[in-house]
C-alpha cells in the first residue's frame, strides 16, 4: 500500500458505538487535503467534530458505515476496533487494533484481515526507527481516567449506597476539570472536608503525567498526590501502599498475572483485590476469566 498516493476514508468506526473521539481532526484532514490525499469523512452525530467542520476543509461526506463498500485502495481511519463480526476486512485499517497483548477474541479479530487480505496499521504499536511509538494518546487516557476516578471516588462518598450513573462526554476539558471539581466540593461535606489521597504508579510518563495534571486541575492537592514511578516499584511487590490510598490510578503496563500479583496480593483478605472483586461482582456481574486463577506467561491480565 502506498500512502502517498492511496485515498483516504476517514472513519471513526460505526460499531464504536461507546466513544466520540476521532482518529482525525478536521486541522489534520485539512493538512491531508492539501498534501494532495482524497479525504472522505463519515457522517456523525455523536462526535467532538460537527460534519460541518470537515465540510469546510474540503473533506467529502459520506454516510455512516459506507466505509465498507469503500474501493479495496482506500484506507480506513478509526480510533477503535471493530465489533465483534466473522466478515473479512479487505481494507488497510489504522486503528488501535487491541489485539496484540491477547485480549478476549484477539485471534477472531486478526483472522478477519487474514482471510479478506487486509492490513491492520496498528496505531499502539506503530514506532519510528528508535522504537519510540509515533501516535500516543497516553497523556488525555491519564487525563480522562484520573476524572472518572475521582468522580467515582466523590460519588461513592456522597452517596454510597448508589450506583455511579453513566458520565456523559464534556464540552471540553474546562468543563470537565468544573464539574469534577464541584463534586469533589460536595464529597468533601461527607469526609471531613479530607481529599482523596491518590496513588498514581507510572507517574513520570505520558499517562502518569496526564492523571496528575488533572487532579490538580480539579483541585487535589499536590500533597495528597502518590507519584510513584521506577524508583518506587524498584524493590518489587506487592505494595500495601495500594490499598491504603483513597485512589490507585495504574499507568504502567503489566504484562501477565505475575507481573499484576507482584504488585497486588490477592492474597490479603483486607487487601484490594477483594474488594475490588466485591465490587465488580456488585456492579457488573462475575469475573472475567483472566482475573481469575493463573494464565500462560506472556499473556496480560485484563485487570
Not at 491477547?102 to 526507527?129: C, H, K, M, P, V
Not at 497486588?264 to 466485591?278: M, N, P, Q, T
Not at 461482582?281 to 486463577?293: H, Q, T
Request: hydrophobic share 40%; aromatic share 8%.
Amino acid at each position: 500500500m502506498a500512502f502517498d498516493d492511496s485515498p483516504v476514508w476517514v472513519n471513526i468506526m460505526t460499531e464504536d458505538l461507546f466513544r466520540s473521539g476521532h482518529a482525525v481532526s478536521p486541522t489534520t484532514a485539512k493538512a491531508l487535503l492539501d498534501a494532495g490525499y482524497v479525504v472522505n469523512a463519515k457522517r456523525s452525530s455523536g462526535r467532538v467534530f460537527g460534519d460541518e467542520e470537515f465540510e469546510a476543509v474540503g473533506a467529502t461526506p459520506v454516510p455512516t458505515g459506507s466505509w465498507v463498500n469503500a474501493p479495496k485502495d482506500h484506507i480506513i481511519v478509526g480510533l477503535k476496533e471493530l465489533l465483534e463480526s466473522d466478515a473479512p476486512l479487505h481494507h488497510s485499517h489504522v486503528q488501535f487494533g487491541h489485539c496484540y497483548k491477547y485480549q478476549e477474541n484477539w485471534d477472531r479479530y486478526l483472522s478477519r484481515f487474514a482471510r479478506g487480505g487486509g492490513t491492520l496499521y496498528n496505531i499502539e504499536f506503530l514506532t519510528d526507527n528508535s522504537g519510540r511509538r509515533v501516535s500516543a494518546f497516553g497523556y488525555y487516557a491519564g487525563y480522562a481516567g484520573a476524572a472518572v476516578a475521582l468522580l467515582a471516588w466523590a460519588h461513592q462518598v456522597a452517596q454510597p449506597t448508589t450506583p455511579l450513573p453513566s458520565i456523559s462526554t464534556p464540552p471540553s476539558a474546562t468543563a470537565l476539570e468544573a464539574a469534577v471539581n464541584a463534586s469533589l466540593t460536595s464529597a468533601l461535606l461527607h469526609n471531613d472536608n479530607k481529599h482523596p489521597r491518590v496513588l498514581i504508579m507510572g507517574a513520570l510518563g505520558r499517562c502518569g503525567t496526564g492523571a496528575i495534571d488533572f487532579c490538580i486541575a480539579a483541585g487535589i492537592p499536590t500533597s495528597n498526590l502518590l507519584k510513584w514511578d521506577m524508583a518506587e516499584t524498584a524493590a518489587g511487590g506487592p505494595f500495601p501502599e495500594i490499598a491504603a490510598a483513597d485512589i490507585f490510578i495504574n499507568c504502567v503496563y503489566l504484562l501477565n498475572s505475575r507481573e499484576v500479583k507482584s504488585v497486588l496480593d490477592r492474597r490479603d483478605e483486607e487487601g484490594v483485590w477483594v474488594r475490588a472483586e466485591k465490587v465488580f461482582r456488585d456492579k457488573v456481574g462475575e469475573l472475567p476469566a483472566s482475573m481469575v486463577g493463573e494464565q500462560d506467561e506472556g499473556h496480560q491480565s485484563e485487570v
